[in-house]
């Protein structure tokens, strides 16, 4: 049974720097495709960043720079650090799965709220 846990979200000022965590259960992270999603109201959600299996990472451009997607394997567990936020960063942030690199991700947390007050 996979399942994807993330505990909880945050609020921040604009400039300031937020930590989301995800964990996985029943998904390894060191053999599956694992990324971070958003979205903001009256948005479609959109893809943040991504991580390989072997920890290659891809990010948006509306974060690079400022965002670190990041994984302990030995945990099975995901993070993204989130620097210099600015209230365009206000959205749910979903984690997500998939076992390969060529399919839709399958598996989701059901999303946390980080909300930027400028």
């Known amino acids: 049974d996979q399942r994807i846990l993330e505990p909880g979200g945050g609020s921040a000022q604009a400039g300031g720097s937020l930590r989301l965590s995800c964990a996985a259960s029943g998904i390894t992270t060191i053999t599956y495709y694992s990324g971070w999603f958003r979205k903001a109201p009256g948005k479609e959600r959109e893809e943040v960043a991504r991580?390989?299996?072997?920890?290659?990472?891809t990010y948006a451009d509306y974060v690079k720079d400022r965002f670190t997607n990041s994984k302990k394997d030995a945990m099975n567990t995901l993070y993204l650090q989130m620097n210099n936020v600015n209230s365009e960063d206000t959205a749910i942030y979903y984690c997500?799965?998939?076992?390969?690199?060529?399919?839709?991700?399958?598996?989701w947390g059901r999303g946390t709220q980080v909300t930027v007050s400028s």
């Open positions: 997500a799965a998939k076992y390969r690199v060529n399919e839709d991700f399958r598996y």
């Open positions: 991580i390989a299996p072997v920890g290659t990472t």
